[in-house]
């Protein structure tokens, strides 16, 4: 097919956040997740090598939006980012100036904050439309957008929605399309996100712009359902959070029902899409075009390496510096993956990660048991290596460092030439004197009843210690001491039987050990709570106090009567003994009772249900 320029072509990049591409039919999962998606896609382009180049949202979305990386753009952290240097174009600045209409519209989850650059190039850009459950109304505004001013001119319209994101509360009828467990929500929010994609397709179509609309589906990254021990993303950078999906439609000019292998990556997004409008570079870009390689000019993928990078800091306190760093390199065979730990691994590490969420701690220590480190000897400076075989084991459970020692040696020196050219070039192009901004989560959990998430209906958090006494925590905050259920307030039933345990072990990845140091548990019990209606945010503490290995106690976890941990061990999912874990879950209050349940699993039957607090 004749490459050709598309002076009047439309271009909508639909991006849904936390998308990984084996949930999506059209990239052969087991359900038909994606209908809609799977029917544009057999007109059009499925990229399978798709690569994601950060493992969490807001580097994620700057780099589909500049071309770079995100050690050169430089939006990396929780906060503290300066906002994006002028020296840099977005891809909505550049459309802009060659005559398109810009218009974005994202539930952005306060971290597409117009401030840090996410709106620069937009006329309209509205990032305010909801924290979660917003796709219908997004929609609807790029829907009625189009209808009155499509017409007028050829327009960029992108679109950003939070609902695939944890935590997954789909709406009827998506809720229990697929099951009650919690990667059933997880699938009937990305069929939930679907059917709304299809009704702006369908919009597009009804209007008779299909033949001169370029559309992209994509995403910012996956999140993982516990294929290394743990759920989310953010720190890990396995395939199950840098597999995302990536498909192309545009009648005119692309080939139909073409399934492409070849690895491309996010920050080659930009100039791809400049290329099918046949607009010139005109700005710094780290990307390259892969629309050769689609049109059979190339009989492979011009990307050869991709490289990938996360870093955090807290979400609390004052630290603006990076706790860790973590980077993978992705051949076509081999992936060698680095963390380092950045900050002192002290106490004051664990209260910043601990406050920040994401059980960073936890994640480490296993990571640490995986790689061959003793977690006792983690420490500032700590460095963590891991390589495997794509070919022989895509899943990434078997490290072969030490089997092939070269081979990492090799992609190292090559990531180490990457970092030093990255940041070289961010040096060029970031302005010394740009002032950090704290927005992004911090702001977000501040204004979150703004947008739609959660806040607490009771005046104060009801926080207890189950199976122990009443305690105040490092933070000031006092836990009740367990009780038996009283009427009208709250407390722990059971039809069966349930007591307590306990030990005087040290207790890792917390300040507060006495929580975890004692637990209620039981074949079958309850912890009900009398308070006000609403939507509240409830965490569970868990800790492995009894058994040496994992595989032999689990049990089920309901939340308002689901299903929200099947076949929970807690060893398992902590990487062992005497180790702090913490989930945390949504729901609904409408009849003044909040109930959860713990049902033990074990046969015969046995007291294998636990919690700590």
Same mark, same amino acid.
């Given at each position: 097919? *004749?490459?050709?320029?598309?002076?009047?072509? +439309?271009?909508?990049?639909?991006?849904?956040?936390?998308?990984?591409?084996?949930?999506?039919?059209?990239?052969?999962?087991?359900?038909?997740?994606?209908?809609?998606?799977?029917?544009?896609?057999?007109?059009?382009?499925?990229?399978?090598?798709?690569?994601? &180049?950060? $493992?969490?949202?807001?580097?994620?979305?700057?780099?589909?939006?500049?071309?770079?990386?995100?050690?050169?753009?430089?939006?990396?952290?929780?906060?503290? &980012?300066?906002?994006?240097?002028?020296?840099?174009?977005?891809?909505? %600045?550049?459309?802009?100036?060659?005559?398109?209409?810009?218009?974005?519209?994202?539930?952005?989850?306060?971290?597409?904050?117009?401030?840090?650059?996410?709106?620069? $190039?937009?006329?309209?850009?509205?990032?305010?439309?909801? #924290?979660?459950?917003?796709?219908?109304?997004?929609?609807?505004?790029?829907?009625?957008?189009?209808?009155?001013?499509?017409?007028?001119?050829?327009?960029?319209?992108?679109?950003?929605?939070?609902?695939?994101?944890?935590?997954?509360?789909?709406?009827?009828?998506?809720?229990?399309?697929? $099951?009650?467990?919690?990667?059933?929500?997880?699938? /009937?929010?990305?069929?939930?996100?679907?059917?709304?994609? /299809?009704?702006?397709?369908?919009?597009?179509?009804?209007?008779?712009?299909?033949? +001169?609309?370029?559309?992209?589906?994509?995403?910012?990254?996956?999140?993982?359902?516990?294929?290394?021990?743990?759920?989310?993303?953010?720190?890990?950078?396995?395939?199950?959070?840098?597999?995302?999906?990536?498909?192309?439609?545009?009648?005119?000019?692309?080939? !139909?029902?073409?399934?492409?292998?070849?690895?491309?990556?996010?920050?080659?997004?930009?100039?791809?899409?400049?290329?099918?409008?046949?607009?010139?570079?005109?700005?710094?870009?780290?990307?390259?075009?892969?629309?050769?390689?689609?049109?059979?000019?190339?009989?492979?993928?011009?990307?050869?390496?991709?490289?990938?990078?996360? !870093?955090?800091?807290?979400?609390?306190?004052?630290?603006?510096?990076?706790?860790?760093?973590?980077?993978?390199?992705?051949?076509?065979?081999?992936?060698?993956?680095?963390? *380092?730990?950045?900050?002192?691994?002290?106490? %004051?590490?664990?209260?910043?990660?601990?406050? $920040?969420?994401?059980?960073?701690?936890?994640?480490?220590?296993?990571?640490?048991?995986?790689?061959?480190?003793?977690?006792?000897?983690?420490?500032?400076?700590?460095?963590?290596?891991?390589? #495997?075989?794509?070919?022989?084991?895509?899943?990434?459970?078997?490290?072969?460092?030490?089997?092939?020692?070269?081979?990492?040696?090799?992609?190292?020196?090559?990531?180490?030439?990457?970092?030093?050219?990255?940041?070289?070039?961010?040096?060029?192009?970031?302005?010394?004197?740009?002032?950090?901004?704290?927005? =992004?989560?911090?702001?977000?959990?501040?204004?979150?009843?703004?947008?739609? /998430?959660?806040?607490?209906?009771?005046?104060?958090?009801?926080?207890?210690?189950?199976? =122990?006494? =009443?305690?105040?925590?490092?933070?000031?905050?006092?836990?009740?001491?367990?009780?038996?259920?009283?009427?009208?307030?709250? /407390?722990?039933?059971?039809?069966?039987?349930?007591?307590?345990?306990?030990?005087?072990?040290?207790?890792?990845?917390?300040?507060?050990?006495?929580?975890?140091?004692?637990?209620?548990? =039981?074949?079958?019990?309850?912890?009900?709570?009398?308070?006000?209606?609403?939507?509240? *945010?409830?965490?569970?503490?868990?800790? %492995?106090?009894?058994?040496?290995?994992?595989?032999?106690?689990?049990?089920?976890?309901?939340?308002?009567?689901?299903?929200?941990?099947?076949?929970? +061990?807690?060893? &398992?999912?902590?990487?062992?003994? &005497?180790?702090?874990?913490?989930?945390?879950?949504?729901?609904?209050?409408?009849?003044?009772?909040?109930?959860?349940?713990?049902?033990?699993?074990?046969?015969?039957?046995?007291?294998?249900?636990?919690?700590?607090?």
């Amino acid at each position: 097919m *004749k490459k050709e320029a598309m002076d009047s072509l +439309n271009v909508v990049l639909f991006a849904p956040d936390t998308v990984r591409r084996d949930h999506l039919s059209c990239y052969g999962y087991h359900r038909e997740t994606t209908p809609n998606l799977d029917e544009l896609a057999k007109r059009g382009v499925i990229l399978r090598g798709h690569i994601a &180049n950060s $493992g969490w949202t807001l580097p994620q979305y700057m780099t589909m939006h500049t071309g770079l990386y995100p050690l050169t753009h430089g939006m990396t952290l929780l906060k503290g &980012n300066p906002p994006l240097s002028p020296k840099i174009m977005t891809i909505a %600045e550049v459309l802009k100036e060659q005559g398109y209409a810009t218009v974005g519209f994202t539930s952005s989850n306060g971290y597409l904050h117009p401030e840090l650059g996410y709106g620069r $190039g937009f006329d309209k850009y509205l990032w305010k439309l909801g #924290y979660n459950q917003a796709a219908e109304r997004i929609v609807d505004n790029a829907i009625d957008w189009i209808n009155k001013f499509g017409r007028r001119k050829k327009f960029f319209l992108f679109i950003h929605i939070n609902d695939t994101h944890e935590p997954f509360n789909p709406p009827k009828p998506f809720d229990s399309m697929w $099951g009650d467990e919690y990667i059933d929500k997880y699938d /009937g929010e990305i069929t939930h996100v679907d059917y709304h994609f /299809g009704r702006l397709v369908e919009g597009i179509e009804r209007l008779g712009m299909e033949e +001169n609309t370029l559309i992209v589906y994509t995403s910012d990254h996956g999140t993982e359902f516990w294929e290394h021990g743990f759920l989310e993303k953010k720190v890990n950078l396995y395939n199950e959070v840098l597999h995302i999906p990536l498909v192309m439609y545009c009648p005119s000019l692309l080939p !139909e029902r073409k399934i492409m292998d070849g690895l491309v990556a996010t920050v080659d997004l930009f100039p791809t899409i400049l290329d099918i409008l046949n607009i010139p570079l005109k700005t710094v870009i780290q990307g390259r075009s892969f629309l050769p390689y689609i049109l059979g000019e190339l009989q492979s993928s011009p990307r050869k390496v991709v490289f990938s990078h996360t !870093e955090h800091n807290s979400r609390v306190g004052n630290v603006t510096k990076p706790s860790f760093e973590h980077f993978s390199v992705y051949t076509e065979r081999y992936k060698f993956i680095r963390a *380092k730990i950045l900050l002192p691994f002290t106490e %004051e590490f664990f209260e910043i990660v601990e406050e $920040g969420g994401g059980n960073w701690v936890t994640r480490f220590r296993a990571l640490a048991r995986r790689v061959g480190i003793d977690p006792k000897d983690i420490k500032q400076g700590t460095v963590f290596r891991e390589l #495997y075989d794509l070919e022989a084991d895509p899943s990434e459970q078997r490290n072969i460092i030490e089997e092939e020692r070269k081979i990492a040696e090799e992609l190292e020196r090559m990531l180490d030439r990457w970092i030093r050219e990255a940041r070289q070039l961010g040096s060029k192009l970031r302005t010394v004197s740009q002032k950090p901004i704290m927005i =992004g989560h911090t702001k977000r959990l501040i204004d979150r009843n703004k947008m739609g /998430g959660v806040r607490p209906q009771c005046p104060i958090p009801i926080l207890v210690n189950a199976g =122990g006494g =009443g305690y105040v925590d490092r933070r000031g905050r006092r836990w009740f001491k367990d009780q038996e259920y009283i009427p009208g307030k709250w /407390g722990y039933t059971t039809e069966t039987y349930t007591d307590v345990l306990s030990t005087s072990d040290e207790i890792e990845g917390t300040l507060d050990p006495y929580l975890y140091q004692s637990q209620r548990f =039981g074949q079958s019990f309850s912890y009900v709570f009398h308070i006000p209606n609403g939507r509240y *945010k409830v965490t569970l503490h868990f800790a %492995e106090i009894i058994m040496n290995i994992g595989g032999i106690e689990f049990f089920d976890v309901y939340l308002q009567g689901k299903l929200i941990l099947r076949s929970y +061990n807690i060893f &398992n999912d902590a990487g062992g003994r &005497n180790i702090a874990v913490r989930k945390s879950f949504v729901c609904e209050v409408t009849e003044n009772q909040l109930t959860i349940q713990f049902i033990g699993l074990t046969e015969p039957q046995q007291e294998a249900a636990k919690v700590s607090a």
